[in-house]
């Protein structure tokens, strides 16, 4: 290992022989503003690569963050919310409309429970979109006061194994791929209950609903390290989730919920973890200051989701046909749920470009070479790299407003919707 101390003379020699490449900041503004006029177009090229790949990228949003949310304190209703999954879809529509790569809503079951998911399913896409992950619910009813598929009593089990079942039922009927599992079960008090023996019990639900999964389908298994259990939860962490996606197959993944881990977690050696192994299948998107306060992604920690990000170009799994479902999960508690939706999937487009930004040649070779400063510095330019002409450029491209949220607003849809949205049940999470 080089002798930091001495790196910088040995240093000389290497940079005579590959003379640094402009950072990215200034390759972006070269290649954006025509100065590669008679330039070999590597700029250029590395634009219009990244232009493509972010022309590319998916972002699923959810049912529930258009509805009303709130904590135990209090839930603030705003006007204009949906009351139906219709409404819901509408919503979700619109925001694909300002952005253009969001063409996904995820359901929430019971929250969006319809007779008929295969209409439910025409219907989005007669509004531009398609049905997303179906994600169970489990945590809801009163009979889940001890838990769900990891219950003391069987009964309790065979009711909360149903609605799993019932949820792949609707994965077929919405012609959805994935089926998502987030369990709040565990226990508040030491000795409330066996550990071990509640992982047999979720080990064997998670086994029938696997068998039930058809040949295209996926089981996506969420972690959370706490809450609503304050003591232990059945699946903790991303081992616990890892290890019986293994125990159950390949069509069994993680999913990463960026607000489910203890403070300091490194959430990307997680995703380069589970990447090398091909076990990670999804990403639940949001950002924290304390613990799952589903803010917008990217508003508590941009430079956490852009290291998240770097990890994911960097194995090549931006593409949909990578596999990973890149979705939001988060609650607009005070803020207009629409714009906050418009705003998230614009962040998460901002550490992409970013993360696509990155010299890879150069921090390949300074990773190498031991050259710690020059590798976090390459990192480090690309992040910094002001990425918001690029966006804006890629959204004329693809015949969007570059300025989605003031598109959105001078639209005159919140007006609509909150003139046209008045009676019925708000939607919400209904606990
Ligand atoms: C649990 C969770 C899970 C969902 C719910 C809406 O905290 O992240 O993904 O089911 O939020
Ligand atoms: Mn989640």
């Not at 194994?161 to 226990?187: M, N, P, Q, Y």
């Not at 071990?196 to 999964?213: F, K, S």
């Not at 081992?239 to 990463?256: D, F, M, R």
């Not at 959204?395 to 003031?406: E, H, N």
């Amino acid at each position: 290992m080089p002798d930091p101390a001495t790196e910088s003379d040995d240093r000389g020699d290497r940079l005579a022989s590959n003379p640094p490449r402009p950072s990215a900041s200034r390759r972006l503004a070269a290649a954006t503003n025509g100065w590669t006029k008679g330039k070999p177009m590597t700029d250029t090229d590395i634009i219009n690569s990244a232009k493509a790949a972010l022309r590319g990228q998916r972002i699923e949003t959810p049912s529930w963050g258009y509805g009303n949310s709130g904590t135990r304190f209090k839930v603030f209703p705003q006007e204009g919310v949906p009351r139906t999954p219709r409404e819901k879809i509408d919503d979700a529509a619109a925001v694909h409309r300002f952005t253009g790569i969001a063409p996904t809503v995820a359901l929430h079951i019971p929250w969006d429970k319809v007779d008929d998911y295969g209409a439910l399913a025409k219907y989005a896409a007669d509004q531009g979109v398609a049905l997303g992950v179906i994600n169970a619910n489990t945590f809801q009813d009163n009979d889940y006061r001890l838990g769900s598929v990891t219950n003391p009593d069987a009964g309790v089990r065979r009711k909360a194994i149903d609605h799993l079942l019932e949820c792949v039922d609707i994965v077929d009927a919405t012609g959805s791929r994935d089926l998502k599992l987030w369990f709040a079960d565990g226990t508040n008090y030491p000795g409330q209950d066996s550990i071990r023996a509640r992982q047999d019990r979720l080990a064997e639900a998670l086994r029938e609903t696997y068998d039930r999964l058809g040949d295209n389908q996926r089981l996506l298994l969420e972690y959370k390290f706490f809450e609503p259990a304050f003591y232990h939860t059945d699946v903790p962490d991303w081992g616990t989730s890892y290890a019986h996606c293994l125990e159950l197959g390949p069509k069994a993944q993680v999913v990463i919920d960026t607000g489910h881990h203890a403070p300091g977690t490194n959430i990307e050696f997680i995703v380069a973890f589970l990447l090398r192994v091909g076990k990670l299948g999804a990403f639940d998107f949001n950002s924290r200051f304390y613990a799952d306060d589903d803010l917008m992604v990217g508003s508590a920690d941009p430079f956490q989701l852009f290291r998240i990000m770097h990890e994911i170009v960097q194995a090549g799994a931006l593409s949909p046909d990578a596999g990973i479902a890149f979705m939001l999960d988060q609650c607009h508690n005070i803020e207009a749920k629409i714009p906050a939706v418009i705003r998230s999937v614009m962040n998460v487009q901002e550490a992409t470009a970013k993360a696509l930004l990155v010299d890879a040649d150069a921090l390949t070779a300074a990773q190498r070479d031991g050259d710690v400063l020059t590798a976090n510095g390459v990192l480090m330019d690309a992040y910094n790299t002001d990425v918001r002409p690029l966006l804006r450029e890629l959204r004329a491209d693809m015949g969007l407003d570059p300025d989605p949220v003031a598109a959105y607003r001078r639209s005159g849809y919140a007006e609509k919707i909150r003139t046209e949205r008045v009676g019925g049940q708000a939607a919400g999470w209904g606990a």
